[in-house]
Each structure stands twice: as structure tokens, then as C-alpha cells.
């Protein structure tokens, strides 16, 4: 299986920040790599797909960059309502699996 | 509109057989490209595929729980069905099912999920 690996595991921000989360994939997934957010009692939210797309309704000032092994997302400038856990998740193949998260919260 | 809905026991015992239902709607499993997965999250913790089935019924598995799952469709009822044998304590969790759209593609819509919580 493709191993995720996500960091930072938390993250503490202001608002305004610029926020960058990374993913590495154990192996070469090409573009294969979606980004959700998921809020505390709901179901995760697809922000990110194919590494650099955004998904219609998703505010701009979500981003996602990389290819092959390593993957970025950012938030350009955090928002109160962002605070939430991110996931990165590869699809190179269908058994998919998802990075640990990132758990990002207000300072 | 795209919509799902998983269904099933809040509550099971060690050993039983856990069965889950997804119900959907605003896409057929028939349509070519089309697949749904199940996905689980633990309390407090990272989420986890558990299996796929395809427009074509191919089907595919986690391979660490692959001897204790079975995933099957029901294209009439707009329905995919995931068992799961052996329930266990650390198979406590919300479980999800979501769409997946094209054979390489990761899940766009997702249930609210059902929480399982295995104890005797």
C-alpha cells in the first residue's frame, strides 16, 4: 500500500496567515492526490483534487500544488471558519489511503 | 443532486457480523465510471478505506481487513451493502460511504456517516 505522510500533525495560525501543509507519498502517484477538510461531527469535504484543482464552490484562497511525491496545500489567508482537519489522499491506484491530518486551529 | 445515506446497527456485539447499507441518489452504479467506497474513521482518529465496488462490479479491498469484508451492489435500489465478520472492540468507528467518480479518482461526495460502536 501507498504510505501518506502528512505534516505538521497540528498547526496553530492567525487569522490573515498564510498556512502550508505537506504530504509525501511513499512512492510516485503522478497527480493523483485530493485535499479534504473535515469539521468536528461531519463528513470530510473535497477542497483539492487531481493535486492543483479546485473543486467548484471551494473559495479561491484554498491552493494545492506538487506531483509525483510531494504535495502542498496552503491557505492564503486563514479564515475563522477554516479551522478544521485537513487530509491529504492518493488515488494512484484504488486501494486509496489518506495521510494522518492536520489539525489546524486559531492562535 | 448527489446524496448518500449509510444505514445499519449503532450498536454490535464482539464476533457478530456487522452489515451497512448505503443508499444513494443523483447517480446510478450503472453508469460507466462510477464507484462507491467505504471509508471508517475511529474516535479521534484518521480515516481509512475499507473497500470500492465498481459500475462493472469489479470489487476491491483493504488488504489488512480483506479476509473479513464483503462489498456488493444492488443497482435497482441504488444500494451498495458492506459486510464486515468478526466485529471487534478497535473496530469501533464512524463509518462512511462515498462516490467515486472515474476509475482513477478519489471520493468527492460523501454520507454523514453512521457511528458503530462494537461492545458486549
Known amino acids: 500500500d501507498i504510505q501518506m505522510t502528512q505534516s505538521p500533525s497540528s498547526l496553530s495560525a492567525s487569522v490573515g496567515d498564510r498556512v502550508t501543509i505537506t504530504c509525501q507519498a511513499s512512492q510516485d502517484i503522478s497527480n493523483y492526490l485530493n485535499w479534504y477538510q473535515q469539521k468536528p461531527g461531519k463528513a470530510p469535504k473535497l477542497l483539492i483534487y487531481d493535486a492543483s484543482n479546485l473543486e467548484t464552490g471551494v473559495p479561491s484562497r484554498f491552493s494545492g500544488s506538487g506531483s509525483g511525491t510531494d504535495f502542498t496545500f496552503t491557505i492564503s489567508s486563514l479564515q475563522p471558519e477554516d479551522i478544521a482537519t485537513y487530509y491529504c489522499q492518493q488515488y494512484d491506484n484504488p486501494s486509496i489511503t489518506f495521510g494522518q491530518g492536520t489539525r489546524l486551529e486559531i492562535k | 443532486q448527489v446524496t448518500l445515506r449509510e444505514s445499519g446497527p449503532a450498536l454490535v456485539k464482539p464476533t457478530q457480523t456487522l452489515t451497512l447499507t448505503c443508499t444513494f441518489s443523483?447517480?446510478?452504479?450503472?453508469?460507466?465510471?462510477?464507484?462507491v467506497s467505504w471509508i471508517r474513521q475511529p474516535p479521534g482518529k484518521a480515516l481509512e478505506w475499507l473497500a470500492r465496488i465498481d459500475w462493472d462490479d469489479d470489487k476491491y479491498y483493504s488488504t489488512s481487513l480483506k479476509t473479513r469484508l464483503t462489498i456488493s451492489k444492488d443497482t435497482s435500489k441504488n444500494q451498495v451493502v458492506l459486510t464486515m465478520t468478526n466485529m471487534d472492540p478497535v473496530d469501533t468507528a464512524t463509518y462512511y460511504c462515498?462516490?467515486?467518480?472515474?476509475?482513477?479518482?478519489?471520493?468527492?461526495?460523501w454520507g454523514q456517516g453512521t457511528l458503530v460502536t462494537v461492545s458486549s
Open positions: 443523483g447517480f446510478s452504479l450503472s453508469t460507466s465510471g462510477m464507484c
Open positions: 462515498a462516490r467515486i467518480r472515474g476509475a482513477v479518482a478519489g471520493p468527492d461526495y
